[in-house]
């Protein structure tokens, strides 16, 4: 976060398998969504990220399922626009994969998931695999 100039949030076909990515060149032809967080929604995604807590017994490879269908990514832009980390998210599952290691990335957790998929629907992706996914997540907001 502290070599970050931009985050952005992004949704792409769940059939592409997994994010589109070149030699750390992003194929944006291959994004569905493509949003550039604000200060305060970079705040609350750092929020969620680094300071959310969560029950030790309940981290993610306690309830990771194996289906891994990714749709969505938090890029990180230093400020020559230059892409310098990932993270792709199967909120399906709850798996992740990354091309960085931090010691949040062990921490996740169900109730970190579900606030990263309110986030990716408060700041505007709409694409989330199928329309009950999508339902979902309203319902919750309300």
Request: proline letters at 2%.
């Amino acid at each position: 976060f502290n070599k970050s100039e931009k985050i952005v949030i992004v949704s792409f076909d769940v059939q592409l398998g997994k994010f589109p990515i070149v030699n750390n060149i992003v194929d944006t032809g291959k994004i569905s969504e493509y949003i550039i967080l604000n200060n305060a929604q970079t705040d609350s995604l750092t929020n969620i990220l680094l300071n959310y807590n969560y029950p030790v017994t309940n981290t993610i490879s306690v309830i990771t399922e194996s289906c891994y269908d990714p749709r969505h990514a938090i890029l990180f832009y230093n400020k020559h626009n230059d892409l310098i980390a990932y993270l792709e998210l199967c909120f399906s599952c709850g798996d992740y994969e990354s091309n960085f290691e931090a010691y949040w990335l062990e921490q996740f957790c169900s109730g970190k998931y579900d606030l990263l998929k309110s986030f990716f629907a408060e700041a505007g992706i709409t694409y989330f695999g199928n329309a009950h996914e999508l339902d979902i997540i309203i319902k919750e907001k309300q």
